[in-house]
């Protein structure tokens, strides 16, 4: 039987890895490279996806739904500019910018994750 040089454990002479932690058992244990902080350090946000995400919300903001306004059968009206809306008693559509601000910035934050700098 061979011992283990990480967990100590006896193994069988036929295993080339221990079965407890993994380690390969013909090389010496070797310690994890010190690190300065003891702690791996996260990789910095994209900070250009970031701009464009405040770039669409500015767009979601300037441009939003509009909707009917109350006194008639809802209906969506589509996006126009904020000072020209598609008809004179329009409404903007706050559930619906409401729900487009929202995704507009779980996607930007969620981006800027994905493709961050290591």
């Given at each position: 039987?061979?011992?283990?040089?990480?967990?100590?454990r006896p193994q069988p002479e036929i295993n080339r890895f221990c079965t407890y932690c993994g380690r390969q058992l013909d090389e010496p244990a070797q310690a994890p490279p010190p690190s300065q902080s003891g702690r791996s350090e996260p990789?910095?946000?994209?900070?250009?996806?970031?701009?464009?995400?405040?770039?669409?919300?500015v767009l979601a903001i300037v441009f939003p739904p509009w909707e009917a306004?109350?006194?008639?059968?809802?209906?969506?009206?589509?996006m126009h500019f904020i000072l020209s809306p598609p008809s004179p008693d329009?409404?903007?559509s706050r559930m619906?910018?409401?729900?487009?601000?929202i995704t507009i910035t779980i996607a930007g934050l969620y981006g800027a994750f994905l493709f961050r700098k290591k």
């Open positions: 039987m061979q011992t283990c040089p990480a967990c100590q990789g910095q946000l994209n900070i250009h996806v970031l701009y464009g995400m405040v770039a669409a919300l306004p109350p006194e008639q059968p809802p209906e969506f009206l589509g329009a409404v903007i619906l910018q409401t729900i487009e601000l």
